[in-house]
């Protein structure tokens, strides 16, 4: 009898370490993802800094209507990850709000300023 317990309590830890490994893996690769959910966000913040910093106010309005029209080229995809992702979207936030600010002041598209 004491032979069967020792060989079921080494398969108990056997399977608890196995889980344990199995969940360290799965969140190592969940990490993975949201690491690179953050920098596809970043660089798409980026590009669109880039791109509004080189408009016109006349063609930054464009943009601007266009993206509230919903006719931005796959920019709904984009939104639909950011509104899904809170890191993804605080990292996108970070870089693009004080520029599109800024451009929104200098542009007068900000009423009462």
């Not at 980026?46 to 016109?56: L, R």
């Amino acid at each position: 009898m004491n032979v069967f317990r020792i060989a079921s309590r080494s398969f108990v830890a056997i399977a608890a370490l196995c889980a344990a490994l199995g969940a360290a893996t799965l969140s190592s690769s969940a990490q993975v993802r949201q690491q690179m959910a953050i920098k596809v966000a970043t660089d798409a913040a980026n590009q669109f800094v880039t791109k509004i910093q080189g408009e016109s106010c006349s063609d930054f309005a464009a943009t601007m209507a266009q993206m509230k029209s919903g006719g931005g080229s796959g920019s709904s995809g984009m939104a639909s990850k950011l509104k899904s992702n809170a890191e993804a979207r605080t990292a996108f936030v970070n870089v693009v709000a004080a520029p599109l600010l800024n451009k929104m002041l200098d542009c007068g598209m900000l009423n009462g300023m």
